[in-house]
Nanobody
């Protein structure tokens, strides 16, 4: 059984930073791509960032490009999302996900396991 556990969320002022972590267990973490998504209240879940199995390829939503950085440590079975220059519109529950492929992907339907989410709130 694959398990993903996010941590690192919280309340931060606009312009601040947070680093989210997602610890994975249950399958060969280093073989699979990972993604971060977010869901604001009353809105659909949206893509934030994704990373290939090796970490050599990444892709970001336009709304976070240049502010967020996705990375992974395969020795620790963990993927990270460094979030800088946070804005109130970044407020959402952030989810990590994994898929049964080493190639990254941008849509929710391409991921087969999800974490429980961690709340990020950015105050103005």
């Amino acid at each position: 059984q694959v398990q993903l556990v996010e941590s690192g969320g919280g309340l931060v002022q606009a312009g601040g930073s947070l680093r989210l972590s997602c610890a994975a267990s249950g399958r060969a973490f280093s073989s699979y791509a990972m993604g971060w998504f977010r869901q604001a209240q009353g809105k659909e879940r949206e893509f934030v960032a994704t990373i290939s199995w090796s970490g050599g390829s990444t892709y970001y939503a336009d709304s976070v490009k240049g502010r967020f950085t996705i990375s992974r440590d395969n020795a620790k079975n963990t993927v990270y999302l460094q979030m800088n220059c946070l804005k109130p519109e970044d407020t959402a529950v952030y989810y990590c996900a994994t898929r049964a492929s080493g190639r990254y992907a941008l849509t929710t339907g391409e991921y087969d396991y999800w974490g429980q989410g961690t709340q990020v709130t950015v105050s103005s």
